[in-house]
T-cell receptor, first 112, second 115 residues
Framework: DAKTTQPPSMDCAEGRAANLPCNHS???????VYWYRQIHSQGPQYIIH???NNETNEMASLIITEDRKSSTLILPHATLRDTAVYYC?????????????FGTGTRLQVTL | DAGVIQSPRHEVTEMGQEVTLRCKPI?????LFWYRQTMMRGLELLIY????????DSGMPEDRFSAKMPNASFSTLKIQPSEPRDSAVYFC?????????????FGSGTRLTVV
């Protein structure tokens, strides 16, 4: 699976958009980009995933560059409850469950 | 659905004792994963099952660790004998087989302390 690079930490003011970048320059054609987050003391939570096209759900938007070498997770209106560690994971899924390898992620601190 | 259910939430045991962690996946999910999280090593995948069959146990640290999935609704992770370095939070997660459709759902974890 392709490796990912994320900044170790970021700050965001409450109510503003949080844009979390992820580099995955060695991604291959069949690999998906997944985002999870982990709020302190809880299990990781799935946010969103995508292959090529931009994706949006009730939690966030995922923007993948045309060359697929990087992506950005956007939380449109961050709240204090969005303070968490955010993990970007790239995984080649062949239709059967395959393991997700978590890196160190980005620690997002949302402040008043 | 109640989500992925893990028990116990906290476990404190003495070195050398056997520890059994339990997990009930989401009904209908046919893949199950056991992860361990420590400050030093982060989240590590220990083992995962597909349709109750172990697929990859390369993350199991040593023979003291074993995992079973006797049926689609239950899995255990056993440590025998336990050591202080096994202290960690252990997470169980489940998913549909095709994770292109959705992601993993994690349980709340079991915090294990071996003294």
């Amino acid at each position: 699976d392709a490796k990912t690079t994320q900044p170790p930490s970021m700050d965001c003011a409450e109510g503003r958009a949080a844009n979390l970048p992820c580099n995955h320059s060695t991604i291959s054609g069949n690999e998906y980009v997944y985002w999870y987050r982990q709020i302190h003391s809880q299990g990781p939570q799935y946010i969103i995933h995508g292959l090529k096209n931009n994706e949006t759900n009730e939690m966030a938007s995922l923007i993948i560059t045309e060359d697929r070498k990087s992506s950005t997770l956007i939380l449109p209106h961050a709240t204090l409850r969005d303070t968490a560690v955010y993990y970007c994971i790239v995984n080649g899924n062949t239709g059967t469950a395959s393991k997700l390898t978590f890196g160190t992620g980005t620690r997002l601190q949302v402040t008043l | 659905d109640a989500g992925v259910i893990q028990s116990p939430r906290h476990e404190v045991t003495e070195m050398g004792q056997e520890v059994t962690l339990r997990c009930k996946p989401i009904s209908g999910h046919n893949s199950l994963f056991w992860y361990r999280q420590t400050m030093m090593r982060g989240l590590e995948l220990l083992i995962y099952f597909n349709n109750n069959v172990p697929i990859d146990d390369s993350g199991m640290p040593e023979d003291r660790f074993s995992a079973k999935m006797p049926n689609a609704s239950f899995s255990t992770l056993k440590i025998q004998p336990s050591e202080p370095r096994d202290s960690a939070v252990y997470f169980c997660a489940s998913s549909l087989e095709d994770t292109r459709l959705n992601g993993y759902t994690f349980g709340s974890g079991t915090r294990l302390t071996v003294v």
